[in-house]
């Protein structure tokens, strides 16, 4: 598939059969003068700015109108693509710029280029989007808390390990949770940081299949432990990171 190829058929079609034609031609009864016209915006883009409008104008009507635009604009369009573009890209490019004819403001000046230049950037922006935004199957790795780590190093083949023994022999969580209710009674420690924290670190670290804890929680009980760090170190035998 070659959607310049098809385009510059039906150009030519055109071309051949002036007779059948209602959109206006160059002085000479020739479409490649309007082309011409069209492509020659530089210095002087005035004849190729009103030749462009007065096309797109009759467009509405008449899509052999739009034919020539596309035919005209084309080349240029063609030229700003990667020589890596696929054929597809390319169609998708023509396709983007006939709707940048049909719908964008024609005041202004060098009217040909404004249009090639929409229709480049759009094209390119719906690749981007299909590229970063398109179906993905996202695998992601839940690291373990540091202290089931040690739970999983201690452990050894033959040995059964009870996680709840093995946590009460290391931890008094019964001293621990007077000083923190005793903190926060003071307003040593807000309420909200020792919450984070025992919701999240204190919890796993004693009970299994939790469900997985989101980012937001990872950073306030990251955040709460460094608050509580003397009463972790003090009371508990886990390392407050």
């Known amino acids: 598939m070659n959607p310049y190829r098809d385009l510059n058929d039906a150009y030519q079609r055109l071309a051949r059969h002036p007779a059948r034609r209602t959109i206006p031609s160059g002085p000479g009864g020739s479409l490649d003068e309007v082309v ?3 492509r020659d915006d530089t210095p002087d883009c005035s004849s190729s700015d009103l030749t462009l409008r007065s096309l797109i104008d009759a467009g509405r009507t008449d ?3 739009l034919t020539i635009v596309l035919y005209a604009l084309a080349p240029e369009l063609r ?3 990667s020589h ?5 890209y390319h169609a998708d490019a023509l396709g983007d710029l006939a709707l940048v004819v049909l719908d964008s403001d024609l005041d202004g000046s060098r009217l040909a280029h404004r249009l090639v230049n929409r229709a480049h950037n759009r094209v390119w922006r719906s690749a981007r989007r299909v590229h970063t935004r398109g179906v993905l199957n996202i695998t992601t790795t839940v690291p373990c808390q540091p202290d089931r780590l040690a739970l999983l190093h201690d452990h050894r083949p033959g ?3 009870d996680v709840a023994e093995t946590v ?3 931890v ?7 000083a923190i209710e005793t903190a926060i009674a003071d307003g040593a420690i807000p309420p909200e940081v020792w919450a984070a924290y025992r919701d999240h670190r204190l919890q796993r670290a004693i009970n299994t299949g939790l469900p997985t ?5 990872r950073v306030a009980a990251h955040r709460a432990a460094r608050r509580l760090a003397p009463y972790i170190d003090t009371y508990l035998g886990l390392h407050a990171a």
């Not at 008094?172 to 007077?178: S, Y």
């Not at 804890?213 to 929680?217: F, G, L, M, P, V």
């Open 168 to 170: 009460a022999n290391r």
């Open 159 to 161: 040995v059964a390990a």
């Open 172 to 178: 008094d969580l019964e001293r621990f949770q007077i």
């Open 63 to 65: 899509p052999d109108a």
């Open 213 to 217: 804890s989101t980012s937001r929680e």
């Open 84 to 88: 890596a573009a696929t054929d597809e």
């Open 36 to 38: 011409a016209t069209i």
């Open 79 to 81: 030229a700003r693509l």
